[in-house]
């Protein structure tokens, strides 16, 4: 978990970043080989259109997300909430710059596909993570409380 705690802590500072995945891939095997190291990690990008220009400014805005598996299919805010689906999951969790979390866990046996999560202006920021029910995780991007309330 190195890699989100030091976004986390990035953000904590200050910057307002982006939460990125990717994979390092140097196997020679095909994908499926469980030994294979490839497809490991990857953003999942918010676009109009499957075209150059559109992907390039999704990217720019921060509309993506970063994945192992895990795919978040809605996500939006609306007074006061923010509503989230997605595949299959064991886990839906929310973390704030403050460390204020909210978190909806999965019985045994049971899987999650939504989830509503109350944000308060004091937030400052807030993130969102999804355990796929295999351990695969999805990651979003830090959303600014003044950018959603449209504060000064």
Do not use: W
């Amino acid at each position: 978990r190195y890699e989100t705690d030091f976004y986390y802590y990035l953000l904590r500072l200050g910057n307002r970043i982006f939460c990125t995945a990717a994979d390092d891939n140097h196997s020679v095997l095909p994908p499926e080989d469980r030994r294979s190291d490839c497809c490991g990690g990857f953003v999942m990008v918010k676009a109009p259109e499957l075209q150059y220009n559109a992907i390039i400014e999704a990217l720019l805005k921060g509309t993506f997300y970063a994945s192992t598996g895990a795919e978040i299919n809605e996500l939006y805010f609306a007074d006061g909430k923010v509503y989230l689906s997605c595949s299959a999951a064991r886990s839906i969790c929310m973390t704030t710059r403050y460390r204020r979390a909210e978190g909806y866990f999965a019985a045994e046996g049971d899987r999650l596909t939504e989830a509503v999560f109350n944000i308060l202006p004091t937030d400052e920021y807030i993130r969102f993570e999804v355990e796929g029910i295999h351990g695969e995780r999805a990651f979003t991007n830090a959303f600014y409380t003044d950018e959603l309330f449209d504060q000064p």
